[in-house]
């Protein structure tokens, strides 16, 4: 996906914000949801009438707000002076306030109904707020910590071993932290390989890749490549972008479904910076590691550039009916991949959605055809006379199903082991 959001530099330009004049008005009153917790600021400050101030508030450094009823905590950031704060048998329902008290030092969140599962919002604040240091005192059971597991195998050949590691091409902060041993198996690699390593320096490279391949160079333009129905239909889903046909009339339908991707990608939180492949990169880049492709980022072009112009068209149709459902699929895919279910994503690899598009041919070649390269560098890799431990991150697809890498490896000799059994990180 990194790729496509380039292309969205052709399309949007950087704008400047203008400047406004800062005017000087009366301090906005502050108000407390709760009216019980208002009730107690009111009493600390001696103040039971009237508009209650920022200025009014800046005299509370302690607050004991126990046994008051309280079920939300939203204008408590307004103290901004406050140091300790005493919630303990309340119903507080949202600690997210609480971020904001910068000056916090100490707080009693006892005897409140805090869920503290793993990833739950009460327990991400209480984590946050401890690693800045503040005392946190609660009286439920310690928050488990939850890891994802993403695919991960490991395979030897004599001294040299590789790690497989399926990731997800984008993602968002929630997808760490990793399983430990991922990131032990990554610590004891000496160098990391990937699909593609793509630097920064290789993106004016990779623009005109798309340039070339991805436009029109006959003097035609995508309307003439699609139907009047789904050209009109394109341009209605665009429109909120503020995206115009001028904007979109030289590049083929492969293009544009990638840059329909990527944009619901970002809309849902899902970043390239974030994705678990960058991770390992600028990890390996800070750790002096080689890095290593098993791919070349032109083969990436070139395959979508093989469909023909009714497939191409089928695609982007396609990309524009699941619009609807995107959202779904994207909260299955990563609960698939957090959890480790690999059966899960087999079925995602055997899925039959394209079947009805008639390009069956070129979905092969997006992942056996691939796999079936990449598992040949990683054979060279294991074969290789230097000994030496590899970390490789590929997409999870590559790793799961019939004639995956994984499957391909085995067919060859290869022993190839789940990685997260303990004992097989020696």
């Known amino acids: 996906m990194k790729y496509t959001t380039i292309l969205l530099l052709f399309i949007f330009c950087a704008s400047l914000l203008g400047c ?23 009493e600390t400050i001696d103040q039971n009438e009237g508009d209650l101030t ?28 406050l140091e300790e704060l005493k919630l303990a048998g309340n119903k507080i329902n949202d600690l997210s306030p609480l971020k904001e008290l910068e000056k916090l030092t100490t707080v009693d969140l006892a005897d409140n109904p805090l869920a503290l599962e793993a990833q739950s919002s009460d327990a991400n604040v209480i984590e946050e707020l401890i690693d800045r240091g503040v005392q946190v005192i609660y009286d439920q059971k310690e928050i488990e910590q939850e890891f994802s597991k993403g695919v991960f195998y490991q395979v030897a050949n004599g001294a040299n071993k590789v790690y497989l590691f399926g990731s997800i091409q984008v993602g968002t902060s929630d997808l760490h ?16 390989a990937f699909e593609v390593n793509v630097n920064r320096s290789d993106e004016l490279e990779i623009m005109q890749a798309m340039l070339d391949l991805g436009v029109y160079s ?49 809309e849902r939180g899902f970043e390239d910076q974030q994705s678990i492949a960058n991770h390992f990169l600028l990890k390996a880049e800070e750790d002096g590691k080689k890095v290593l492709s098993l791919e070349q ?71 056996e055809d691939r796999d079936v390269h990449m598992t040949e560098k990683i054979i060279e890799i294991l074969e290789s006379e230097e000994e030496q431990t590899t970390f490789i991150v590929v997409g999870s697809i590559h790793l799961v199903g019939d004639n995956s890498i994984v499957d391909l490896l085995g067919e060859k000799g290869y022993q190839v082991l789940p990685g997260l059994v303990q004992g097989t990180i020696e």
Request: aromatic content about 8%.
């Open 20 to 42: 406004r004049e800062v005017s000087h008005t009366e301090p906005s009153p502050v108000t407390f949801k709760d009216k019980n917790l208002e009730q107690l600021v009111r």
């Open 297 to 367: 980022f032109s083969d990436h072009i070139m395959l979508s550039n093989k469909l023909e112009p009714t497939e191409q068209e089928s695609l982007l149709k396609q990309t524009l009916e699941e619009i609807q459902v995107a959202d779904r699929a994207f909260e299955q895919l990563i609960s698939y991949w957090k959890n480790g279910d690999i059966e899960a994503l087999e079925e995602l690899r055997e899925a039959d959605q394209y079947k009805d598009l008639d390009i069956s041919a070129y979905m092969a070649v997006l992942t």
């Open 177 to 192: 932290p990793l399983h430990p041993m991922i990131e032990e198996a990554y610590e004891e690699a000496s160098q990391v």
């Open 218 to 266: 006959d003097g035609t333009s995508l309307k003439d490549h699609i139907s009047t129905n789904l050209y009109e239909e394109l341009l209605v889903f665009l429109q909120p972008y503020e995206i115009g046909s001028e904007d979109i009339s030289r590049f083929k339908p492969w293009v544009v479904a990638n840059m329909i991707q990527s944009q619901l990608l970002e």
């Open 54 to 81: 920022q200025i009014d508030l800046e005299q509370i450094n302690q607050l004991d707000a126990s046994h008051r009823y309280i079920t939300n905590l939203e204008g408590v950031q307004s103290l901004v002076k």
